[in-house]
């Protein structure tokens, strides 16, 4: 059997899933997916954009420390400061990568960047001749790749390799390309760039047509060695390829694709569950592979075919991929060292004792309210936890909501803010229009409320409830999230979260460009 070629699996979670309106995470909730991320045996994780602000700087920082096992890159433009500020962020890493980049279409170059083709052929020259000095590993994109004059291409990849750049990355920035259009382009160029057998090719694909998992297939099987993905297909607009389906087909195709990962699939349920927990974006249940669906058949025809052999309706078993392995056998008399343990196993740990001490607590608390705790459960504990250590956090402390027919719903809420309580009552159309409304009497925030939504965090009327609600006021949007089994805590909970968020502007990560 002929031996197959690693495939190079690049996670850009942390760094173009943030990109997602809403989805800005904190240092310790980025070190805490990297920490999974290391554990599933991801090749490269983009931990972030060094320049885009200090926030981001210190989780790149952060990440670089605490992770050895996984190659930590930090993204750059083609530009000095950029570059200088991604090295100071990965001074720590074990195996670090500087990822910078130039836009080379015609569009691009005219209309952003106002520069002549020569002249952004110089600036990416520069740029990884100087990473190169900074770094032993280098990655150089072309941004827009996809929509960029092919002989311009092949001339640009050629001096960055000469330059020092290890892997040369083609995005399809705008997900404007098709699978055959997109694999043809890494073919020729594999085939035209003289020195192209002394890098990796790299493909970044966006979903605006729906194609961004489809085309970085196609550009595998034409060549490409790194996928560069998001887990959930999280990201800006349509979001990126997905981790977990680029990963699972290779897998599953092993007849089509001569290159294999190096991936504990195991892992990938967990960690969908804890990206969709910490962005407060939900998964879809007919998401391939991490969706509630994914392994469900309604069907009788399908149920018959099962119960005969697995292999007439599924391709892959369920339990492969982390379901149905994820039940906690913790409860109400479980103690602190059993709660610990598990928490290790999930990759979570507490910047202080008193966070670990609050969160037994809640486990306590909602091993009393549930049957079975499930590691759902634990996800949604632990974030409500470090929420609520957020500076200046806005708490619930106490919520009651008359509900009745023919009766306007009526709410009264106790919040504590800098150690002080504070109450207010309000009706609403709703009950959660009546908790809001209260809420805004405290506070006045004056943001337009975007999104509500409710998911179940696992099965059964005794599951946790976790809104998500979205907020946006000058041009910002933040996401906030609260859990709790009764719905009405959770959104009470969720909006004070937002609230939180909002006025605390560390928790947000301006993005400077993107690929």
């Known amino acids: 059997m002929a031996t197959k070629d690693k495939l190079v699996i690049f996670d850009t979670t942390l760094r173009d899933g943030e990109q997602s309106p809403g989805a800005s995470m904190t240092k310790d909730e980025k070190l805490r997916i990297a920490k999974v991320l290391e554990k599933m045996h991801v090749d490269v994780i983009e931990a972030g954009f060094a320049v885009s602000s200090q926030g981001d700087f210190e989780a790149v920082k952060a990440i670089a420390n605490a992770v050895r096992d996984s190659r930590i890159c930090s993204l750059s433009r083609a530009m000095i400061g950029d570059i200088e500020r991604a090295a100071e962020a990965l001074k720590g890493a074990n195996a670090g990568r500087i990822h910078t980049f130039i836009a080379t279409s015609p569009i691009h170059m005219k209309y952003k960047l106002q520069m002549e083709p020569h002249q952004v052929l110089e600036q990416a020259v520069g740029a990884v001749k100087m990473a190169r000095d900074l770094i032993d590993d280098v990655e150089f994109s072309l941004e827009d790749a996809s929509r960029s004059d092919f002989e311009f291409m092949c001339r640009i990849t050629e001096a960055v390799i000469a330059a020092g750049a290890k892997t040369i990355n083609f995005p399809d920035t705008v997900g404007y390309s098709d699978p055959l259009e997109y694999g043809s382009i890494i073919h020729r160029l594999l085939n035209t760039v003289p020195n192209a057998d002394q890098a990796i090719f790299s493909v970044h694909c966006?979903?605006?047509?729906?194609?961004?998992?489809?085309?970085?297939?196609?550009?595998?099987?034409?060549?490409?060695?790194?996928?560069?993905?998001?887990?959930?297909?999280?990201?800006?607009?349509?979001?990126?390829?997905?981790?977990?389906?680029?990963?699972?087909?290779?897998?599953?195709?092993?007849?089509?694709?001569?290159?294999?990962?190096?991936?504990?699939?195991?892992?990938?349920?967990?960690?969908?569950?804890?990206?969709?927990?910490?962005?407060?974006?939900?998964?879809?249940?007919?998401?391939?592979?991490?969706?509630?669906?994914?392994?469900?058949?309604?069907?009788?025809?399908?149920?018959?075919?099962?119960?005969?052999?697995?292999?007439?309706?599924?391709?892959?078993?369920?339990?492969?991929?982390?379901?149905?392995?994820?039940?906690?056998?913790?409860?109400?008399?479980?103690?602190?060292?059993?709660?610990?343990?598990?928490?290790?196993?999930?990759?979570?740990?507490?910047?202080?004792?008193?966070?670990?001490?609050?969160?037994?607590?809640?486990?306590?608390?909602?091993?009393?309210?549930?049957?079975?705790?499930?590691?759902?459960?634990?996800?949604?504990?632990?974030?409500?936890?470090?929420?609520?250590?957020?500076?200046?956090?806005?708490?619930?402390?106490?919520?009651?909501?008359?509900?009745?027919?023919?009766?306007?719903?009526?709410?009264?809420?106790?919040?504590?803010?800098?150690?002080?309580?504070?109450?207010?009552?309000?009706?609403?159309?709703?009950?959660?229009?009546?908790?809001?409304?209260?809420?805004?009497?405290?506070?006045?925030?004056?943001?337009?409320?975007?999104?509500?939504?409710?998911?179940?965090?696992?099965?059964?009327?005794?599951?946790?409830?976790?809104?998500?609600?979205?907020?946006?006021?000058?041009?910002r949007i933040i996401n906030g999230q609260g859990a709790h089994t009764d719905i009405l805590f959770a959104s009470a909970k969720a909006y004070l979260n937002a609230l939180t968020l909002m006025r605390n502007p560390g928790r947000l990560h301006p993005q400077l460009g993107g690929i």
């Open 206 to 475: 966006h979903n605006d047509l729906g194609l961004a998992v489809a085309n970085s297939l196609s550009a595998v099987q034409n060549g490409a060695r790194q996928v560069e993905c998001t887990i959930n297909g999280l990201g800006e607009r349509a979001g990126n390829a997905s981790l977990e389906e680029i990963v699972m087909a290779v897998r599953t195709r092993q007849d089509l694709f001569p290159v294999e990962t190096g991936i504990d699939i195991s892992h990938i349920v967990p960690v969908s569950r804890l990206v969709s927990s910490i962005t407060g974006f939900p998964v879809q249940p007919n998401k391939a592979i991490v969706g509630a669906n994914a392994f469900a058949h309604e069907s009788g025809i399908h149920q018959d075919g099962i119960l005969k052999f697995r292999e007439t309706y599924e391709i892959m078993r369920a339990e492969d991929v982390g379901w149905l392995a994820n039940k906690l056998s913790l409860g109400k008399l479980s103690g602190r060292a059993a709660f610990s343990a598990r928490l290790d196993e999930l990759g979570i740990s507490f910047s202080s004792k008193a966070d670990f001490n609050e969160a037994f607590i809640k486990f306590k608390e909602l091993a009393d309210k549930k049957r079975e705790i499930f590691d759902e459960d634990l996800q949604a504990l632990v974030s409500d936890v470090q929420m609520g250590a957020e500076d200046d956090a806005l708490t619930l402390v106490d919520l009651e909501v008359l509900s009745k027919s023919g009766q306007l719903p009526h709410s009264k809420i106790i919040i504590s803010y800098q150690n002080q309580e504070h109450s207010a009552e309000a009706s609403g159309d709703g009950a959660v229009d009546a908790i809001f409304n209260a809420i805004e009497k405290l506070i006045n925030s004056q943001t337009e409320l975007q999104l509500y939504s409710v998911n179940a965090v696992t099965q059964g009327t005794d599951s946790q409830g976790e809104v998500t609600v979205r907020l946006k006021k000058d041009g």
